[in-house]
């Protein structure tokens, strides 16, 4: 009984998506275009994110040892800068080095005939965890015996973290908005087909037919549209996704930027389109129809 009445769902749920041809497929481009643009956001962000990272492991504090100190002595600070919290590693540039390297950012040498390294500092490079507590890292270093000094780069590190915060405020907020439209249209789109059984449905209830039993083919209906719908926008962001990252990369202009591969977030892209484009078919589906139940 069970098995009769679940394949009636069935065939009554794609019966009716083929009955309505033409606003199932509204339905289908409606949750596919939803899905495309939150995709696309959501993708966005998480690229501009990555660049952040990137740039963000790129934003070292400076640190000065105090002139009078040897190398040896200054190297000896080393393991109280790599224990101090939010430091992730620590490099040691000894004066000839750091001279060697700012004499090699001039096209002409010759300029610095003459002079040595001997009037510039031991430093150490110091890479962090968080940008975001970059001020605080700043004054614990300055802290440690043996720094005289320390440059870190504080609105840059500020810039990049309000940066952040604006790219995943405003994809969290647009994403919601484009879930709720999408619900919207599609609950509205449902109730289309669902107004032209209106007559049926309350001659089934005058029946004696359950809400349930009336309500799973319009269920079934939904859950097949939004996966529809999930499948094809999930294919097609997959599709832009690698167009548009090829042409960054190919792009002379844009080949600083890194790009996150498709393969890493196919999955939790996928999953998510699936609960969205369900979701929405579901739960369009059950809000079209509550009204009609109600006999």
């Known amino acids: 009984m069970r ?18 041809g033409f606003m199932s497929f509204a339905s289908v ?3 596919v275009a939803c899905l495309l643009i939150m995709g696309s956001f959501t993708l966005l962000a998480l690229n501009v994110d990555s660049v952040i990272d990137t740039m963000e492991s790129q934003n070292a504090i400076l640190a000065f040892v105090n002139e009078d100190f040897s190398e ?11 224990a101090l919290d939010n430091v992730e590693t620590v490099y040691f540039v000894n004066k000839d080095t750091a001279w060697d390297s700012y004499v090699d950012t001039y096209e002409n040498p010759s300029f610095f005939e003459g002079l040595d390294s001997s009037f510039i500092r031991h430093r150490f490079v110091i890479y962090i965890k ?37 790219v995943t405020f405003v994809s969290l907020i647009i994403v919601a908005i484009l879930f709720a439209i999408s619900l919207f249209i599609m609950s509205n789109t449902v109730k289309l087909t669902t107004y032209e059984r209106k007559d049926e449905i309350a001659i089934m209830k005058m029946v004696g037919a359950t809400s349930a039993f009336i309500r799973w083919p ?3 209906q939904g859950l097949i549209l939004g996966l529809m719908g999930s499948l094809t ?18 792009s002379s202009g844009l080949n600083f930027l890194t790009t996150i591969p498709f393969s890493v977030v196919a999955i939790p892209i996928l999953v998510a389109f ?22």
Request: aromatic content about 8%; some cysteine; hydrophobic content about 50%.
């Open 29 to 31: 481009c409606i949750i």
């Open 130 to 166: 968080d940008i975001a507590l970059m001020a605080e890292t700043r004054d614990a270093v300055c802290n440690v015996a043996g720094i005289a000094d320390v440059n870190a780069q504080l609105e840059i590190s500020r810039g990049f973290v309000t940066l952040r915060n604006i």
């Open 72 to 82: 040896e002595q200054a190297r000896a600070i080393q393991p109280a800068l790599e």
């Open 233 to 250: 926008s999930y294919l097609l962001e997959w599709g832009i996704y690698q167009v548009v990252t090829t042409k960054v990369v190919s």
């Open 3 to 20: 098995g009769n009445r679940f394949g009636y769902y069935i065939r009554e749920g794609i019966g009716s998506i083929f009955t309505h």
């Open 274 to 295: 699936l609960v969205v484009g369900l979701g929405v078919g579901i739960v369009g589906s059950l809000v079209a129809i509550k009204n009609y139940l109600k006999v």
């Open 218 to 220: 319009f269920v079934v």
